[in-house]
């Protein structure tokens, strides 16, 4: 358990630096590239408090919010793509 712990802590402290890229990102594509790495940590910290839960149940919205991820990352991707010069 408190492997599982320090997991959470050191997510945690790399959702702080995907943050900091949100708000200083100086291109678009950067603070697309720092969304989809927050999302991706997002959902490695759910996924690893379900195993320090025991809650199975945790793992269908892992697998869910991963599908919506990849759909999204494509989305920001074209988006990203439109808007340069």
């Known amino acids: 358990m408190l492997l599982l712990d320090v997991v959470l802590v050191v997510l945690a402290l790399s959702?702080?630096?995907?943050?900091?890229r949100l708000i200083v990102g100086p291109t678009d594509a950067d603070r697309a590239a720092a969304l989809d790495h927050g999302f991706f940590v997002f959902l490695a910290a759910v996924a690893v408090l379900a195993v320090r839960l025991d809650e199975p149940g945790l793992l269908d919205l892992v697998l869910t919010g991963t599908l919506v991820s990849f759909l999204a990352t494509v989305a920001l991707a074209r988006l990203v793509h439109r808007r340069r010069p």
């Open 15 to 20: 959702m702080t630096v995907v943050l900091g």
